[in-house]
């Protein structure tokens, strides 16, 4: 079984009220999962065509997992919370398996 990854990079953060509020109820989605955050922010270098933002990579027991939790009520309620506060290119990525 291949894990999953949530990868998300923030182009842009327009209210940060909205981002920590939805940070609180994601993270509470991401722990009842099995999730866990390898990557939540911090220093980024970006190459190529990349851009220099927040980035957050969160990684799953599984594929499915990892779709199940980003597709669940309870993040996209999340979601909802975050609204308008941010400009994200988020996606759901299956790991290499062994």
Do not use: C
């Amino acid at each position: 079984m291949t894990k999953g990854y949530w990868v998300a990079a923030y182009r842009a953060i327009h209210d940060a009220n909205k981002l920590a509020a939805y940070g609180v109820l994601a993270t509470a989605v991401v722990k009842a999962a099995g999730g866990k955050f390898l990557v939540r922010g911090g220093e980024v270098v970006a190459f190529e065509a990349g851009l220099k933002d927040r980035t957050v990579v969160v990684e799953f027991p599984s594929f499915e997992q990892a779709l199940a939790a980003y597709q669940s009520e309870a993040y996209q309620q999340a979601l909802a919370v975050l609204g308008d506060g941010a400009e994200r290119d988020a996606r759901v990525v299956a790991g290499v398996g062994d």
